[in-house]
């Protein structure tokens, strides 16, 4: 994906490495139109952290050992954690890996269900705070691409919703997986990550949690592209 923007990256071999090398594309994109795409894309492509007894160190942090010894929410893995040490600086044996291992797959499950209660409440209470924005033209940036739409983040409060293909005025737009777009069959318009847009609040449905956008000029935009493409 860099690669259409000019960047590349090293090879790695540990986290550590690989974090580095992120730190340094992230630095060299800084202040460049890509920036959000790439941040994006760097993000998603990071493994979803779980709970576990064997020792994989820290992706993000780069660290060959890892582990988790307090946190502002207090979570049961960490008092997992207390008790362990506690218990080895008291000169006690080792614990049952077995059992160990099933208390984190238990909490890794648990912390995903109150994820997923934390982010569908996010997503109600973002449509409540729109539905009573219906009409109005935000700036907005494109966070995702899919083959039935485009999602956008309005500016500036970053609540996401999305542009169904359909919806788009003037063409008929196509997704390509590979490049993380969706293009113009006739004007050859693109979208992709990060780009810059304008956006109409079209309908949201509160029962589903969803917004729908508009996106605002595409008509004149996609006969302004044609026109040059003409003229080229």
């Avoid at 994006?40 to 064997?54: G, H, Q």
């Avoid at 079209?202 to 729908?212: C, R």
Wanted: glycine letters at 8%; charged letters at 30%; proline letters at 2%.
């Amino acid at each position: 994906f860099i690669r259409h923007f000019g960047y590349t990256m090293s090879d790695t071999k540990t986290g550590k490495q690989l974090a580095k090398e992120l730190n340094k594309l992230l630095d060299k994109a800084k202040e460049k139109p890509e920036f959000s795409a790439i941040e994006i894309i760097a993000l998603r492509s990071m493994a979803k952290a779980k709970y576990s007894t064997d020792n994989i160190g820290h992706y993000g942090l780069g660290f060959r050992y890892y582990t988790h010894f307090t946190s502002p929410i207090r979570r049961y893995p960490d008092m997992m954690v207390h008790r362990l040490l506690a218990r080895y600086l008291s000169g006690g044996k080792s614990e049952n890996k077995d059992l160990f291992e099933q208390l984190c797959k238990h909490s890794s499950e648990r912390e995903q269900v109150a994820t997923d209660a934390e982010r569908a409440s996010i997503k109600y209470k973002l449509a409540e705070y729109m539905q009573g924005r219906i009409g109005n033209i935000y700036d907005g940036t494109v966070s995702g691409v899919t083959e039935w739409g485009i999602y956008v983040e309005a500016e500036p409060t970053k609540v996401e919703g999305m542009v169904s293909l359909r919806e788009i005025k003037g063409d008929f737009f196509e997704f390509d997986e590979k490049n993380y777009c969706v293009t113009g069959k006739r004007s050859k318009k693109k979208y992709t990550l990060g780009d810059k847009v304008k956006i109409k609040v079209l309908k949201v449905n509160l029962e589903q949690k969803t917004i729908d956008y508009e996106l605002v000029g595409t008509e004149e935009a996609a006969d302004e592209n044609q026109n040059n493409t003409e003229q080229i």
